[in-house]
Protein backbone atom coordinates (compact mmCIF):
# COMPACT_ATOMS: atom_id res chain seq x y z
CA UNK A 1 0.00 0.00 0.00
CA UNK A 2 2.67 2.31 0.51
CA UNK A 3 4.38 1.89 -3.11
CA UNK A 4 0.54 3.03 -4.10
CA UNK A 5 0.65 6.38 -1.58
CA UNK A 6 3.73 7.21 -3.28
CA UNK A 7 2.83 6.64 -6.80
CA UNK A 8 -0.62 9.15 -5.79
CA UNK A 9 2.15 11.77 -4.43
CA UNK A 10 4.03 11.50 -7.41
CA UNK A 11 0.48 12.46 -9.58
CA UNK A 12 -0.15 14.87 -7.07
CA UNK A 13 3.36 16.95 -8.11
CA UNK A 14 2.28 17.39 -11.46
CA UNK A 15 -1.08 18.77 -10.30
CA UNK A 16 0.42 21.71 -8.20
CA UNK A 17 -0.22 23.93 -10.74
CA UNK A 18 -4.00 23.54 -10.64
CA UNK A 19 -6.85 21.95 -8.95
CA UNK A 20 -5.93 18.95 -7.10
CA UNK A 21 -7.87 16.25 -7.67
CA UNK A 22 -7.90 14.23 -4.24
CA UNK A 23 -10.50 11.46 -5.62
CA UNK A 24 -8.11 10.76 -8.35
CA UNK A 25 -5.11 10.48 -6.29
CA UNK A 26 -7.22 8.12 -3.57
CA UNK A 27 -8.12 5.79 -7.03
CA UNK A 28 -4.40 5.92 -7.60
CA UNK A 29 -3.84 4.76 -3.53
CA UNK A 30 -6.51 2.06 -4.29
CA UNK A 31 -8.53 3.49 -1.14
CA UNK A 32 -11.54 5.39 -0.68
CA UNK A 33 -10.85 9.65 -0.36
CA UNK A 34 -11.86 9.67 2.89
CA UNK A 35 -9.59 7.15 4.16
CA UNK A 36 -6.30 8.37 1.77
CA UNK A 37 -7.14 11.69 3.68
CA UNK A 38 -6.97 10.43 6.98
CA UNK A 39 -4.09 8.13 6.36
CA UNK A 40 -1.94 10.80 4.79
CA UNK A 41 -2.40 12.85 7.33
CA UNK A 42 -2.05 10.09 10.12
CA UNK A 43 1.77 9.23 8.47
CA UNK A 44 2.42 13.17 7.38
CA UNK A 45 1.30 14.75 10.82
CA UNK A 46 -0.68 17.34 9.29
CA UNK A 47 -3.67 17.61 6.86
CA UNK A 48 -3.71 17.42 2.78
CA UNK A 49 -4.74 20.61 2.33
CA UNK A 50 -1.66 21.96 4.50
CA UNK A 51 0.66 20.45 2.33
CA UNK A 52 -0.69 20.92 -1.17
CA UNK A 53 -0.08 24.87 0.16
CA UNK A 54 3.12 24.36 1.58
CA UNK A 55 4.24 22.40 -1.87
CA UNK A 56 2.77 25.02 -3.60
CA UNK A 57 4.38 28.07 -1.68
CA UNK A 58 7.62 26.04 -1.97
CA UNK A 59 8.12 25.85 -5.80
CA UNK A 60 6.44 29.81 -5.88
CA UNK A 61 9.01 30.84 -3.72
CA UNK A 62 11.71 29.53 -5.65
CA UNK A 63 10.01 31.45 -8.68
CA UNK A 64 9.06 34.75 -6.54
CA UNK A 65 12.98 35.18 -5.93
CA UNK A 66 14.29 34.48 -9.31
CA UNK A 67 12.10 37.24 -10.63
CA UNK A 68 12.03 36.36 -14.08
CA UNK A 69 7.96 36.41 -13.85
CA UNK A 70 5.57 38.83 -12.46
CA UNK A 71 3.96 38.29 -8.67
CA UNK A 72 0.15 38.05 -11.12
CA UNK A 73 1.56 35.38 -13.02
CA UNK A 74 3.18 33.66 -10.34
CA UNK A 75 0.04 33.94 -8.58
CA UNK A 76 -2.35 32.28 -11.14
CA UNK A 77 0.05 29.79 -11.92
CA UNK A 78 -0.52 28.15 -8.70
CA UNK A 79 -4.45 28.73 -8.10
CA UNK A 80 -4.79 31.70 -6.67
CA UNK A 81 -7.46 34.27 -8.67
CA UNK A 82 -6.08 37.47 -7.05
CA UNK A 83 -2.66 38.59 -5.44
CA UNK A 84 -3.79 39.33 -2.34
CA UNK A 85 -5.22 35.52 -1.66
CA UNK A 86 -1.59 34.94 -2.67
CA UNK A 87 0.19 37.11 -0.55
CA UNK A 88 -1.55 35.41 2.06
CA UNK A 89 -1.21 32.01 1.29
CA UNK A 90 2.76 32.71 0.94
CA UNK A 91 2.82 34.81 4.04
CA UNK A 92 1.23 31.93 6.12
CA UNK A 93 4.36 29.55 4.92
CA UNK A 94 7.04 32.01 4.88
CA UNK A 95 6.11 34.67 7.48
CA UNK A 96 6.73 37.46 4.24
CA UNK A 97 5.00 38.61 1.46
CA UNK A 98 6.26 38.17 -1.85
CA UNK A 99 7.02 41.86 -2.72
CA UNK A 100 9.44 41.55 -0.01
CA UNK A 101 10.90 38.37 -0.38
CA UNK A 102 11.53 39.63 -4.02
CA UNK A 103 12.99 42.84 -2.58
CA UNK A 104 15.03 42.11 -0.07
CA UNK A 105 16.07 38.32 -0.79
CA UNK A 106 14.27 36.90 2.28
CA UNK A 107 15.47 33.79 4.05
CA UNK A 108 12.09 31.29 2.77
CA UNK A 109 11.10 27.78 4.08
CA UNK A 110 10.50 24.97 1.89
CA UNK A 111 8.31 21.99 2.20
CA UNK A 112 10.07 19.01 0.85
CA UNK A 113 8.29 15.99 -1.14
CA UNK A 114 7.30 13.38 1.06
CA UNK A 115 7.23 9.88 0.69
CA UNK A 116 6.52 7.31 2.95
CA UNK A 117 8.31 3.91 3.74
CA UNK A 118 7.59 1.25 6.24
CA UNK A 119 10.65 1.53 9.28
CA UNK A 120 10.59 -1.91 10.88
CA UNK A 121 11.85 -1.75 14.02
CA UNK A 122 10.89 -5.16 15.74
CA UNK A 123 10.27 -3.47 19.31
CA UNK A 124 6.31 -2.51 18.19
CA UNK A 125 3.77 -5.31 17.85
CA UNK A 126 0.01 -4.78 17.75
CA UNK A 127 -2.36 -7.22 19.07
CA UNK A 128 -5.61 -7.03 17.37
CA UNK A 129 -8.61 -9.34 15.75
CA UNK A 130 -11.64 -7.93 13.43
CA UNK A 131 -14.92 -8.29 14.49
CA UNK A 132 -18.38 -7.61 13.37
CA UNK A 133 -20.60 -5.68 15.49
CA UNK A 134 -24.60 -5.19 14.86
CA UNK A 135 -25.57 -1.86 15.22
CA UNK A 136 -25.68 -0.10 18.30
CA UNK A 137 -26.58 3.31 19.88
CA UNK A 138 -23.90 5.67 22.38
CA UNK A 139 -25.51 7.40 24.67
CA UNK A 140 -23.58 10.58 27.23
CA UNK A 141 -21.88 13.46 26.56
CA UNK A 142 -20.12 14.86 24.08
CA UNK A 143 -17.83 17.91 24.02
CA UNK A 144 -16.20 19.55 21.16
CA UNK A 145 -12.50 19.28 21.64
CA UNK A 146 -8.91 20.41 19.79
CA UNK A 147 -6.92 17.21 19.03
CA UNK A 148 -3.79 16.83 21.16
CA UNK A 149 -1.25 14.14 20.00
CA UNK A 150 1.12 14.08 22.79
CA UNK A 151 0.41 14.59 26.63
CA UNK A 152 -2.98 15.36 28.17
CA UNK A 153 -5.42 16.93 26.80
CA UNK A 154 -6.22 19.20 29.42
CA UNK A 155 -9.78 20.11 27.29
CA UNK A 156 -10.53 16.71 27.51
CA UNK A 157 -10.07 16.28 31.85
CA UNK A 158 -11.65 19.06 31.95
CA UNK A 159 -14.54 17.58 30.06
CA UNK A 160 -14.55 13.74 32.02
CA UNK A 161 -14.29 15.46 35.65
CA UNK A 162 -17.10 18.14 34.98
CA UNK A 163 -19.35 15.85 34.15
CA UNK A 164 -22.50 15.57 36.37
CA UNK A 165 -22.46 12.94 39.28
CA UNK A 166 -26.25 11.75 38.15
CA UNK A 167 -24.86 11.32 34.82
CA UNK A 168 -22.30 9.62 35.34
CA UNK A 169 -24.08 6.84 37.63
CA UNK A 170 -26.36 6.65 34.47
CA UNK A 171 -24.01 5.47 32.11
CA UNK A 172 -22.25 3.33 34.25
CA UNK A 173 -25.37 1.82 34.82
CA UNK A 174 -26.19 1.73 31.11
CA UNK A 175 -22.63 0.14 30.31
CA UNK A 176 -22.79 -2.75 33.46
CA UNK A 177 -19.66 -5.05 32.99
CA UNK A 178 -18.33 -3.67 29.80
CA UNK A 179 -17.98 -0.19 31.78
CA UNK A 180 -17.96 3.17 30.06
CA UNK A 181 -15.81 4.33 26.95
CA UNK A 182 -14.49 7.56 25.12
CA UNK A 183 -15.55 8.02 21.47
CA UNK A 184 -14.24 10.08 18.99
CA UNK A 185 -15.86 11.27 15.68
CA UNK A 186 -12.95 13.96 13.93
CA UNK A 187 -15.08 16.62 12.30
CA UNK A 188 -12.35 16.61 9.45
CA UNK A 189 -9.73 13.89 8.28
CA UNK A 190 -7.14 16.13 9.78
CA UNK A 191 -5.52 14.41 12.92
CA UNK A 192 -3.18 17.77 13.66
CA UNK A 193 -3.10 19.34 16.67
CA UNK A 194 -5.77 21.42 16.96
CA UNK A 195 -7.55 19.76 14.65
CA UNK A 196 -11.98 19.47 15.83
CA UNK A 197 -12.70 16.30 17.60
CA UNK A 198 -16.01 15.40 19.09
CA UNK A 199 -15.27 13.88 22.23
CA UNK A 200 -18.21 11.09 23.86
CA UNK A 201 -18.21 9.90 26.77
CA UNK A 202 -21.01 7.28 27.26
CA UNK A 203 -22.01 3.70 27.29
CA UNK A 204 -23.15 1.54 24.67
CA UNK A 205 -26.16 0.42 24.74
CA UNK A 206 -29.40 -0.66 21.98
CA UNK A 207 -30.60 1.33 19.25
CA UNK A 208 -34.16 2.03 21.33
CA UNK A 209 -32.44 3.40 24.20
CA UNK A 210 -33.18 7.14 25.30
CA UNK A 211 -31.95 9.03 28.86
CA UNK A 212 -33.19 12.27 29.75
CA UNK A 213 -30.22 13.92 30.07
CA UNK A 214 -27.68 12.59 27.68
CA UNK A 215 -27.34 12.56 24.50
CA UNK A 216 -27.17 9.74 21.47
CA UNK A 217 -24.89 8.67 18.92
CA UNK A 218 -26.49 5.68 16.64
CA UNK A 219 -23.98 3.82 15.01
CA UNK A 220 -24.62 1.25 12.62
CA UNK A 221 -23.42 -2.23 11.91
CA UNK A 222 -20.18 -2.91 10.40
CA UNK A 223 -16.71 -4.36 10.69
CA UNK A 224 -14.54 -3.11 13.60
CA UNK A 225 -10.54 -3.61 14.07
CA UNK A 226 -9.75 -4.11 18.01
CA UNK A 227 -6.70 -3.24 19.24
CA UNK A 228 -5.50 -4.22 22.68
CA UNK A 229 -2.35 -2.61 24.48
CA UNK A 230 -1.22 -2.26 28.12
CA UNK A 231 1.17 1.13 29.02
CA UNK A 232 1.24 4.58 30.75
CA UNK A 233 -1.86 6.91 30.22
CA UNK A 234 -1.56 8.50 27.78
CA UNK A 235 1.31 7.94 26.30
CA UNK A 236 0.74 4.60 25.83
CA UNK A 237 -2.45 5.10 23.96
CA UNK A 238 -1.28 7.81 21.48
CA UNK A 239 1.22 6.09 20.89
CA UNK A 240 -1.21 3.07 19.76
CA UNK A 241 -2.95 4.70 18.11
CA UNK A 242 -0.22 6.52 15.83
CA UNK A 243 1.32 2.85 14.97
CA UNK A 244 -2.60 2.07 14.10
CA UNK A 245 -2.76 4.46 11.18
CA UNK A 246 0.76 4.15 10.23
CA UNK A 247 2.21 0.63 10.78
CA UNK A 248 -1.03 -1.31 10.59
CA UNK A 249 -3.12 0.30 7.66
CA UNK A 250 0.08 0.15 5.28
CA UNK A 251 0.48 -3.17 6.30
CA UNK A 252 -2.92 -5.05 6.11
CA UNK A 253 -5.57 -5.29 3.70
CA UNK A 254 -8.26 -2.79 5.84
CA UNK A 255 -8.81 0.99 5.35
CA UNK A 256 -10.62 2.90 7.98
CA UNK A 257 -14.54 3.86 7.59
CA UNK A 258 -16.21 7.04 8.94
CA UNK A 259 -17.79 6.45 12.44
CA UNK A 260 -16.30 6.85 15.49
CA UNK A 261 -13.04 5.68 17.55
CA UNK A 262 -14.30 3.96 20.54
CA UNK A 263 -11.56 3.53 23.58
CA UNK A 264 -11.88 1.45 26.64
CA UNK A 265 -9.32 2.23 29.77
CA UNK A 266 -8.88 0.49 32.51
CA UNK A 267 -7.28 3.48 34.13
CA UNK A 268 -6.80 7.09 33.19
CA UNK A 269 -4.39 8.48 36.01
CA UNK A 270 -1.74 10.20 34.38
CA UNK A 271 1.49 7.84 34.11
CA UNK A 272 -0.82 5.05 35.60
CA UNK A 273 -0.61 1.72 33.19
CA UNK A 274 -3.72 1.22 31.52
CA UNK A 275 -5.27 -1.74 29.35
CA UNK A 276 -6.62 -0.20 26.68
CA UNK A 277 -9.11 -1.54 24.10
CA UNK A 278 -8.99 0.54 20.63
CA UNK A 279 -11.73 0.34 18.43
CA UNK A 280 -11.68 1.16 14.44
CA UNK A 281 -14.54 1.61 12.25
CA UNK A 282 -12.62 -0.66 8.91
CA UNK A 283 -13.88 -2.29 5.69
CA UNK A 284 -11.58 -4.76 3.93
CA UNK A 285 -10.02 -4.07 0.78
CA UNK A 286 -10.52 -6.76 -2.07
CA UNK A 287 -7.53 -8.71 -3.58
CA UNK A 288 -8.03 -8.59 -7.60
CA UNK A 289 -8.98 -11.91 -8.75
CA UNK A 290 -10.38 -12.90 -5.10
CA UNK A 291 -14.06 -12.30 -4.34
Same mark, same amino acid.
Given at each position: MLELLNEALDHLE???? !?? @???? =?LARIAAVSEHHFRRMFSALAGMPLPVYVRRRRMTLAGAEVVAGESTLLDIAVRYGYGSGEAFARAF?????????????????????????????VEGA????? !?? @???? =???LVGVVARLPVVREGVNADATAHVTGLDEAAVLEMKQLAGPSGVVSAFVYRTDSREDGAEVDYWVGAVTHRETVVHGLQGLDVPAGTWALFEHRGAYP??????????? =??WFPSNPYVSRPGPELLHLSSVGVGQVTEAELWIPVERIPRPGLP
Open positions: LQLD !RE @VDVA =ARSVHGVGPGEARRTGATLTSQPRMSFRLVTSLRY !RV @VERE =AFRSAVQELWRDVF =AQ
